[in-house]
Each structure stands twice: as structure tokens, then as C-alpha cells.
């Protein structure tokens, strides 16, 4: 297949792949640390759970530029080789592909579990949206009923900042 050594690459990916399951580990705790945050209105927590995540999505995009251009150097060494097929080179054993599976399946959670986060924090601005229109006295209907049960036209809507 190759003149290269199989053995130093299998190391070289399990190390990247090895870096970047750990970190997206620790990208998997700090958006569940992120949800308790932002149940409780912990700013200061969101907010640091917010920067941890863009530090290890940048360590994580870093694992994934060294293991293309591993991978990229292989492949003009085998072009008719697949990935799986080149990594089965480099370990008969499986294990870089049981690896790879692994962080396949650590990024799925996190995706879910981030969108999970997006979907509470959109579900909170709408809160603070609609509560912020009750104070401005915007898109209230009246909550006064004439005899017929139509809605009466005597008493108008005010704002509680007017009130």
C-alpha cells in the first residue's frame, strides 16, 4: 500500500483522536453545566460556560485540521483508498474506527444537547419579550367584558409605565 510506516500513524491518530474525544468530553459537561445555568438566570455561569465552549470548539477544529492533513498525506499515498480503508491500514485492530465511532457519537450528543440549550434560552427571550410588552402596554387586548361578553370599549388599555 504505502512505503510509510503504518505503526507512526496509527499513533499520530490515535493521539488527535484521543485530544479531540477529551475535548469534546469536556464540551459535553460544559453545555450540561451551561443548562443548570441558564435554569437558574446564573449569568456570570452562562456566560463563562459560553466562552469554555468556543475554547474547546476551537481545540476540537484544531484535532480535526491535523487529522485531515494526516489523512490528506495518505490519501495521495493510496487515492483509492476510503478513509475507513486507510485507517484499517494504519490499525488492522479496528480501534482507530471504534475512536472515530466514539467521537462521532460524543458530537451527535452535543449537538443535541446544545440545541436543547438554544431551545430553553429562545423559550427565556420570549418571556422577556411578552413581559416587556405587558409593561409597555403593547398588543394587550381589553380585559373588561360588557353584558353581551363582547369585549368592552369604555375602559382603554395603559401601560404600567403609565399608570
Known sequence: MSKDDPL???????????????????????????????????????EKAAGQKQSLMQSVEENVRQSKTLLTHLKQ???????????????????????????TDITSRCQSENNRNGIQ????????????????????TSAFYGATGEPATEHGVRSLGKA
Open 121 to 140: 434560552v429562545r423559550r427565556q427571550s420570549q418571556h422577556v419579550h411578552t413581559a416587556l410588552n405587558i409593561l409597555r402596554g403593547e398588543g394587550l
Open 77 to 103: 499515498t493510496m487515492p483509492a483508498h476510503s478513509q475507513e480503508a486507510i485507517l484499517n491500514w494504519c490499525d488492522p485492530s479496528g480501534g482507530l474506527n471504534q475512536l472515530r465511532d466514539r467521537i
Open 8 to 46: 507512526q500513524f496509527k499513533v499520530a491518530f490515535e493521539n488527535i483522536f484521543n485530544n479531540k474525544a477529551s475535548h469534546l468530553e469536556e464540551l459535553l459537561a460544559t453545555i450540561l453545566h451551561e443548562r443548570d445555568a441558564l435554569s437558574g438566570n446564573l449569568v456570570e455561569e452562562i
